[in-house]
């Protein structure tokens, strides 16, 4: 993908690199770099062009959104506003919604799963999770619409992370004919998307002048903000909704994925997992936020396998002035790129870093700062980390609570980049229903 022409060696610091059909970039890979690109520089601009704004010239997320290059006063606006949102207190209001719709689908795979088949488990967590931030986050229920099904929505989708990734890193995406077709599909994916933000802001509004009781959501969230923001516009609005779509529904099923993958593979991590689980839920049918807390073990398993696997596995910044980045000047307009799937595999870091081993998590304070960061760190950190968290947690808890989990002995787990990194083809596994659920 790139090719090297210069590189210092102490500490790893900094790579510099020039990526086919791009202008001249820098890899930070040490601690002092990762630091001063995110937290002295402010995380620097995200890439002015990004197929997630306009694609081929239609409208996903606009300019205007967290995902993109609008740094300055117009992100920072976007983000003050934005951040209520996501307290911890509101967060905390969620558990009880997600825990319900997360029984539904383990009441589904109990239905559908025959304890000797393989099943793609990917597209469970992929469906859980995009049905989860539609409608606690914008009160959308996405199984139950009549003009579009979901394995419509789950391959509209699939085709538009295939054509952000294309247009990201190939200039002359939209220009090859070959690629005529997927990038029509990405289009009308976005129309979708788009359409169904609109259709959830005017159904939102109706109810409230039938005076009708409406949740405490992200939707309500942004109707606020509008009332004394006129620059945040109907539009803007539907940016904000693609924006949680997609980056809530990528990111965590991948990560959902990817840990289940894991623990098929690691029947006594799974098993010590399953028994933390089981000791919360005594006598009790649902989690609550003093048990996600406690889950001490699980999240040792998230984090690991966020480290071997993090879906977020290339981050690209602009330098809009002359920066210095770990003692190296680093020139006005240069991409400024940090690679965790890389940072996660050094064995400067990490002992045994390709061995999966939660227990390693366990003291934290041994781990020095800046080496795991997979939410990011600073101003740009992602602002729904505790939401993510609080979401894998009760499903993949409640999955383990049901079923005793296994995976094909002649398949490996492999990742594939695309935009996010996600399990190459789906993640095949075995679900056998435990005797005492």
């Not at 539609?134 to 989708?157: F, H, K, P, T």
Request: net charge negative; glycine share 6%; with cysteine.
């Amino acid at each position: 993908m790139f090719n090297l022409y210069l590189k210092w060696t102490e500490n790893y610091g900094l790579i510099w690199c020039r990526f086919l059909f791009w202008k001249a970039g820098v890899v930070v890979l040490s601690v002092d770099g990762i630091k001063d690109m995110f937290i002295t520089n402010g995380g620097l601009y995200k890439v002015q062009k990004s197929s997630l704004t306009y694609f081929g010239g239609q409208r996903f997320t606009g300019y205007g959104g967290l995902l993109n290059n609008v740094g300055g006063d117009v992100w920072r606006r976007k983000r003050h506003a934005l951040d209520p949102a996501f307290h911890k207190k509101y967060l905390q209001s969620l558990i009880p919604k997600m825990n319900e719709m997360t029984r539904a689908m383990i009441e589904q795979l109990k239905q559908n799963t025959n304890a000797n088949d393989f099943i793609d488990m990917d597209w469970y967590m992929k469906k859980s999770a995009i049905l989860l931030i539609a409608s606690i986050g914008y009160g959308i229920d996405l199984n139950n619409r009549e003009d579009v099904s979901m394995e419509q929505i789950l391959d509209s989708m699939n085709d538009m992370m295939d054509g952000f990734f294309g247009e990201a890193f190939d200039p002359l995406f939209l220009h090859n004919p070959m690629n005529r077709h997927l990038t029509r599909k990405t289009k009308e994916a976005g129309c979708l998307l788009r359409r169904l933000g609109h259709d959830a802001l005017k159904h939102r509004r109706d109810q409230i002048k039938q005076n009708l009781e409406t949740p405490v959501d992200l939707l309500a969230h942004s109707i606020r903000i509008q009332e004394n923001s006129p620059w945040y516009s109907d539009e803007e609005v539907v940016d904000d909704f693609v924006t949680f779509i997609v980056a809530g529904f990528e990111t965590t099923s991948n990560v959902m994925s990817f840990v289940l993958a894991l623990l098929a593979r690691n029947p006594g991590v799974s098993a010590w997992a399953a028994q933390e689980m089981t000791d919360l839920v005594e006598g009790k049918q649902f989690l609550d936020e003093d048990d996600l807390s406690e889950m001490s073990y699980l999240e040792c398993v998230i984090k690991e396998a966020m480290r071997l696997y993090p879906v977020v596995s290339l981050v690209r910044r602009s330098t809009n002035v002359d920066s210095i980045i770990d003692k190296h000047l680093i020139p006005t307009d240069t991409q400024v790129m940090f690679l965790p799937f890389l940072q996660g595999r050094l064995e400067e870091i990490w002992s045994e870093p390709l061995s999966f081993k939660p227990e390693r998590f366990l003291k934290t304070e041994s781990l020095k700062k800046f080496t795991y960061i997979p939410f990011l760190v600073g101003p740009r950190k992602c602002i729904g980390s505790t939401f993510a968290m609080n979401e894998i947690k009760i499903v993949v808890g409640q999955i383990l609570q049901h079923f005793e989990l296994s995976a094909p002995s002649d398949e490996d787990i492999e990742p594939e980049f695309r935009i996010t990194l996600g399990p190459k083809v789906g993640t095949r596994l075995r679900l056998r229903e435990r005797a005492t659920s």
